[in-house]
């Protein structure tokens, strides 16, 4: 399974975009990569998936560069209620993979 | 809705005792996990369930066990409860072969005393 590294904290103010970067240098052919989100006193919850380029939902958009070694979580006007925890996973859950390693995850802190 | 449930938001139980953490899932899910949660170390994930009667060992099984003898409902049980059991507790649920798209339940906060 990838390893992965992101920032442990980060500070934004309302109406802001916020971009989280995702470290995973070991990531493999077959692996996707998954954002969770997380807020406080509830488990978390699915937010974005992608292989490569580009992935944009209602929530956030995800990049992937072409080598795949990283990937950016972006939100864009970020509000209060953003206060979270987000996660990055890489695995290839189709396959041999049937278990999700969460990191410690980036907590982003959104301000008034 | 997906919905996960879990029997208890809030617990309080003494070393020693033997404790049951119940989750449901209400969409016919395969799969369904345990997670603990500790400040500064993430989720580990302690068992998981694949079917009816089928589990695997996570990264921390150790002072826990597992029972899955219907689909929808996977328990967590610590035979004898020690204090550095104390933590949140998430359940997971998701269809076979996409674990990577998982529905967690609120937590259940379980304290031993």
């Known amino acids: 399974l990838a390893k992965t590294t992101q920032p442990i904290s980060m500070d934004s103010y309302e109406g802001q975009e916020v971009n989280i970067t995702c470290s995973h240098n070991?990531?493999?052919?077959?692996?996707?990569i998954t954002w969770y989100q997380q807020f406080p006193s509830q488990g978390p919850r699915f937010i974005i998936q992608g292989y490569k380029t580009k992935v944009t939902n209602e929530v956030a958009s995800l990049f992937i560069p072409a080598d795949r070694k990283s990937s950016t979580l972006s939100l864009p006007r970020v509000s209060l209620s953003d206060t979270a925890v987000y996660y990055c996973l890489v695995g290839d859950y189709g396959g041999a993979t049937n278990k999700l390693i969460f990191g410690t995850g980036t907590l982003l802190a959104v301000q008034p | 809705d997906v919905k996960v449930t879990q029997s208890s938001r809030y617990l309080v139980k003494r070393t020693g005792e033997k404790v049951f953490l119940e989750c449901v899932q209400d969409?016919?899910?395969?799969?369904m996990f345990w997670y603990r949660q500790d400040p500064g170390l993430g989720l580990r994930l302690i068992y998981f369930s694949y079917d009816v009667k089928m589990k695997e060992k996570g990264d921390i099984p150790e002072g826990y066990s597992v029972s899955r003898e219907k689909k929808e409902r996977f328990s967590l049980i610590l035979e004898s409860a020690s204090t550095n059991q104390t933590s949140m507790y998430l359940c997971a649920s998701s269809f076979q072969g996409r674990a990577d798209t998982q529905y967690f339940g609120p937590g259940t906060r379980l304290t031993v005393l």
């Open positions: 969409m016919d899910h395969e799969n």
């Open positions: 070991n990531i493999a052919t077959n692996d996707y």
